[in-house]
């Protein structure tokens, strides 16, 4: 009933419209002025915001709002060491590690997720490659540690260069498969690439996520007999090189100390976006990872015990009835009499999942968790083929607050639209005040374009989660051409927010066709980079009070 709906968000909820897309919103205004009997409701709408938001933008520079500062961290080939690392292509989910207890002294981990060839091999868009062009691009993906500093007189991070703990993960690191049974007839991978975003554990390591792998080794589909056939990569990888895309596609665990890394297949396989953790009361770690793909699904995984995920029971979300379906095959007559084993309901978790009845769902990207709350916060990227161009931001509660409860309620934060002046929204980060930073990631292809017109660029919001500007989205900064900004992460104090850079440039047709020149200028090839935000408007949106993370990291122990 609307007269118990007690806060202007459980009435825009009740209503199913978002806080962001009222904010700006006529028609919406006057519904809800039209509707609430709450004498606060109009100086609710007329809340300032917290700063000066950016318009949109399609300038190829990183734009900022006032009183916000940007400086560049790391760029796609610098070297690492002399011994020939450098930092991969595409950065994308950024997690940090404090190796002091200030947390200006630490271990910085970033995924590359993929590459453009022209940039990394030379190779023409759309020519057949080499097999040393590949052998390049195999070492521009995958992931970077490096150990970085903030100077105490200047405030500003640096690389420490040669230091031991920087090193490469790439498509040619061999790493072990931690799964009940053999894959393909190995425990052994070689390569990880494709890690979009991740997620930290309590005990100090990172879970980069493997999304679109099968653009590197192809794509394997099985019939009803469960014959099994390769559909081509993207990259044309599996020309050169005999590796099973079932070696892909997993949560890969990684030390940040020592580089060491595994694969769960616990978590599942599919194009995970993400892979974030909540702890349970009794210790054990819940995960929850969404695969990005039009139509598929959201899953949470349930670890056996604390301190591990290497076992546990893996779940799917039918979000329309609020439950958590098993997929294990013992629970499941229908998976039983599909997949030989639960080793091949793990690798074909895209097919097992809709089979008992998991909802198909509009690309579900990144996923934090309110620290304060509880609530799980799933970006919902686009379903274009079903007419959802602009995505939302879905909230989901579990039961009683209880990571381990099978059921949950579910409903839009924010949607969104030409209203709320956002797009296809990707990445989420929390700050140490409890709000919500978000990136969007409207496609290279569609920017600038069509209904995608009125956003321009890509964008980080900056969205307040408490107060009279709660779910609104205020633009920070604005994206150079054809990129995207990922992985936001704030340093230990909340004062530094790392963001990455992603693809500027990654639709030019050729090298003298340069889309973009970021950052560079003139005439020089795009880099994707990171960067670190700070700033006096930055300073007064995380000042107070920090509040309590879901998790405390360790500090780190140096080797
Ligand atoms: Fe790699 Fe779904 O973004
Ligand atoms: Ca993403
Ligand atoms: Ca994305």
Redesign the pocket.
Known sequence: MIHDLKTRREFLEFMGLSAAAVGLSGTAASLLSSCASNPTAPAVLAAPPPFEPLAASSADTLGLANGFNAKILLRWDDALNNKGDFWGANN??LAFFRLNEEGTDGILWSNH?SYVPMFVSGRKRGSVATRSQILKEQLSVGGSLVRIKKDPATGEWALVKNDPHNRRLTGQTKIPIISERPIMGSKVAVGTFGN??GGITPWGTVLTAE?NTDDFYGTAVYDEKGKRTIEESVFGWEKFFNYPPEHYGWIVEVNPLTGAAKKLTSIGRYAH??ATIRVAKDGRCVVYSGD?GNDRCLYKFIADKPGSLETGKLYAADVANGKWISLSIKDQPKLKAAFKDQTEVLIRCREAAPMVGASALARP??IEIDPQTGSVYI?L?NNQPKGNMFGEILKLEEKNNDPLSLEFTSSTFAAGGPDSQFACP??LAFDRRGNLWM?T?VSGKDMNRGQYLPFKNNSLFYIPLHGPNAGKAFRVATAPNDA?L?GPVFSHDGRNLFLAVQHPGETSKALDQLTSHWPDGGQSVPRSSVVVISGPTLDKLVEGEAIKPLFEMPVLKRS
Do not use: K
């Open positions: 994308d989910y997720e979009c975003a999304e976006e993400c990005d990207e990144d970006t990227t990707d990445n990136t990631d995207e990922t």
